[in-house]
């Protein structure tokens, strides 16, 4: 193993190569420096270690020709970890918007990153409300942000942010976006909204269960097409709605966990739910059955994301991500997500894997 770090202000670079039970250090090209260990993996974690200090202390790792399962890029952006690590790629690039709550919530500021780890704008929001979920919108250069339950977007353009709900009197929320139709919940309803349009395509009054007497049960998302939406308000139900229509198609679903978040395929075939509070797994419905698919019972999952365009799914558990291919359903790559703790956020860029660390570290890995 071999990671090189750049001080991007002085331009110096710094090496720390694994070799066994031996560690070579070398500082912007000098003579190398090694070091012995009792073991392997005594080794590999003083590596973690070195990289990780000299992250923090604002170098940048950047491997371009990094090897499938590798990390291009590694930056830190900075620790006080709030629970909420949300990723917005921008279509069809490596560049991904970011968020980062400032001292003791002070302010909050968003960041748009390329793959070299330049901060290529910077919008301040104000302290106090958190960002819980983003999704950015080509078609407008709008960022949608769910805020501490209120939906609101902020031009790319001019940094100008719109209400697009109130803030909720309950804390329940919903956000997700499928070209230019996004879906969220304006208390007491779900909305899709065409924000081309400026103007709702659908609302649906619900009211959702609030699991184990603790948490509201609410999530919705659209189909890849824009022509359909499913949501889940209670328990042991998923709900289909046809939007130009109308017509509802309930599924029945276990009770015994709260469903988290979904994503349909790309195809639109298959409903994924992200389960939580119960077996924390990862479940497929088969839209057209419709029903449970017992082909995509990957269990227990911290976090997933799925590429459209690529056809893949990831989900991390156990420090690594698992890459399947949602056609064959065959285990494609496994990478060791670095610099966590316990849990991260992943999303798909144009061609890398975008994983935010409840370290404070965002990185970008390869995924050929």
């Not at 000098?30 to 012995?36: A, D």
């Not at 929001?125 to 209120?150: A, K, S, T, W, Y």
């Not at 208390?187 to 909204?193: G, H, I, R, S, T």
């Not at 992943?346 to 975008?354: C, P």
Request: with cysteine; aromatic share 10%.
């Amino acid at each position: 193993m071999e990671r090189t770090l750049t001080d991007k202000a002085s331009g110096k670079t710094w090496s720390i190569q694994q070799d066994g039970n031996r560690i070579f250090t070398t500082g912007n090209g000098g003579k190398p420096k090694e070091k012995t260990f009792e073991n392997p993996e005594q080794a590999a974690k003083h590596v973690q270690k070195e990289v990780w200090s000299r992250l923090k202390k604002g170098m940048v790792l950047l491997n371009p020709e990094a090897d499938a399962g590798q990390p291009v890029l590694h930056r830190y952006i900075g620790g006080g970890y709030t629970g909420s690590m949300p990723l917005a790629p921008v279509e069809d690039t490596n560049t991904f918007y970011c968020s980062y709550v400032v001292n003791q919530f002070e302010k909050e500021d968003v960041y748009l990153l390329d793959d070299q780890g330049e901060t290529r704008k910077t919008y301040e929001l104000p302290g106090g409300p958190m960002i819980f979920d983003m999704r950015f919108c080509p078609e407008l250069n709008v960022l949608l942000m769910n805020r501490d339950h209120q939906i609101i977007g902020l031009s790319a353009g001019n940094g100008e942010v719109r209400a697009y709900t109130a803030v909720s009197r309950h804390p329940v929320s919903a956000l997700a976006l499928s070209g230019a139709s996004a879906v969220w919940y304006d208390d007491p309803n779900l909305v899709v909204y065409d924000l081309r349009a400026d103007a709702v395509r659908y609302t649906r009054q619900v009211t959702p269960e609030l699991y184990g007497g603790h948490s509201p049960q609410l999530c919705a998302v659209l189909s890849p097409d824009g022509s359909r939406m499913a949501y889940c308000a209670q328990s042991d139900e998923i709900v289909i709605v046809d939007l130009a229509t109308g017509r509802e198609q309930p599924i029945s679903k276990a009770k015994q966990a709260m469903t988290a978040s979904m994503s349909f395929s790309p195809d639109g075939r298959y409903l994924f739910t992200q389960e939580e509070y119960g077996s924390w797994s990862l479940l497929a419905y088969d839209v057209a059955e419709p029903a449970k698919s017992e082909d995509w019972d990957l269990g227990e999952i911290k976090s997933y994301a799925i590429h459209t365009g690529k056809n893949l799914l990831a989900v991390y558990k156990y420090g690594k991500v698992r890459l399947y291919d949602l056609d064959t359903r065959e285990q494609t790559l496994v990478l060791d997500v670095e610099h966590v703790v316990k849990t991260c956020y992943l999303a798909f860029t144009k061609d890398r894997l975008a994983v935010y660390t409840d370290y404070g570290c965002v990185s970008l890995y390869a995924l050929e």
